[in-house]
């Protein structure tokens, strides 16, 4: 199988320095408190960023300024006390200050792990890309995911901790939409922006065999047809080996959305399944990417072939 999975940082244990940033919109302090507190249960340390709690001057939807967001996660990445960067919330920014990010300076610090979803998939791709890392693609501190949802919670909690017993993954509602199994490297994330990162200039290279991963929120069906055709079209599934489709929450009726899926993927001669259960869904699932895997869609399931951390 020829792939191109990426480093893996190593797993976290108790009594180690995590630190948490808001690289996109503002963070709601009282689930801020609330997933600091859950952290703090995990016999973590927590180094929150100094821009954290901002609110950007005149655009209320961003945290704090594209520099100052830069700024905190570029020290937290350098901090070499640090194991892990947890991202506070998605929402919209992260593609705003990647530009501010000295990516020379990143890649001399230690491997460590970076854990975020929705939006952050723009820094999962440019981490990819940039330093060669896998990364996780989960729930965020500072959202009812993390602070809230026990399952969700947890199953990012044994992503972290105890990543060897982690590494069979399925949905509830998983269905087969193409039948098959296919062996790759696990990549994607947010539909929009990983649409978004192609005119950035910013996206990772697909693996030469990947399993392909692509969820989304809050956008009409014509909206995601949309994005899907600019992946195509760009060759983001050309080294495809399967496919796995995460939640589609408030996009419409999820038959329309099955629908316009089969149609623009069907044919692409992989393995579809739907519904694995990560993305903006309740019992969110933690999911690695850059790891190897094997996608099973007569199973419903996805296997990491070797723990997501070391």
Request: hydrophobic share 45%; with cysteine.
């Amino acid at each position: 199988m020829s792939t191109r999975e990426l480093t893996r940082p190593p797993r976290l244990r108790p009594g180690d320095v995590v630190a948490l940033v808001a690289p996109a919109g503002p963070v709601p302090e009282e689930l801020l408190e609330a997933g600091l507190a859950q952290l703090r249960g995990w016999g973590l340390e927590v180094r929150v960023g100094k821009h954290v709690l901002d609110r950007h001057p005149r655009l209320d939807y961003l945290a704090g300024t594209d520099a100052d967001r830069a700024a905190d996660l570029q020290q937290a990445w350098c901090d070499p006390e640090v194991s892990a960067v947890l991202c506070a919330r998605g929402g919209y920014g992260c593609l705003r200050m990647i530009d501010h990010l000295d990516f020379a300076e990143l890649a001399r610090a230690k491997p460590k792990v970076l854990v975020g979803s929705s939006d952050v998939t723009a820094l999962h791709e440019v981490f990819a890309a940039e330093l060669g890392l896998a990364t996780i693609f989960g729930p965020m501190v500072a959202t009812k995911a993390f602070a809230h949802d026990d399952k969700a919670r947890d199953h990012l909690r044994r992503t972290l901790f105890e990543p060897h017993g982690v590494t069979i993954l399925t949905g509830r509602s998983a269905g087969t939409m193409v039948r098959g199994r296919g062996l790759g490297v696990t990549y994607g994330g947010n539909l929009s922006l990983l649409a978004g990162s192609l005119g950035a200039g910013l996206a990772a290279r697909p693996p030469e065999r990947g399993i392909a991963l692509l969820e989304d929120v809050t956008e009409e069906p014509y909206r995601l047809d949309r994005f899907l055709i600019q992946l195509i079209r760009a060759g983001f599934f050309r080294g495809a080996t399967g496919i796995a489709l995460g939640s589609w929450t408030d996009c419409g009726p999820a038959d329309e959305v099955y629908a316009m899926l089969e149609n623009l993927l069907g044919d692409l001669g992989v393995p579809i399944l739907w519904d694995l259960g990560f993305g903006h869904c309740e019992a969110q699932r933690t999911i690695p990417l850059g790891v190897a895997a094997e996608l099973d869609a007569d199973a419903q399931r996805l296997t990491v072939l070797q723990p997501a951390l070391r």
